[in-house]
């Protein structure tokens, strides 16, 4: 079990990703906070089970944001 992992991604745009308390196939929480290159209409989606307890996705314009408590390690 790891503790924390930061990560950065620049694809389409700046993502930064957090990992906290995590194995091979389950972390505790995760996070990412990301700005786009395209806007975007504002979107907010929450879900829950199928390998995660809960799971937030939150967009306005060109900021992202997503939480995730207990679900399944995201590949960074």
Do not use: C
Not at 51 to 68: A, D, E, N, P
Request: aromatic residues 20%.
């Amino acid at each position: 079990m790891k503790l924390i992992k930061f990560s950065h991604n620049q694809e389409w745009g700046q993502d930064y990703y957090l990992q906290v308390l995590f194995t091979k196939r389950w972390a505790l929480f995760q996070g990412s906070v990301s700005w786009s290159e395209y806007p975007g209409w504002p979107y907010l989606e929450i879900r829950s089970g199928m390998g995660r307890l809960i799971s937030i996705l939150f967009q306005v314009h060109k900021f992202g944001l997503t939480i995730g408590l207990f679900e399944r390690t995201w590949k960074l």
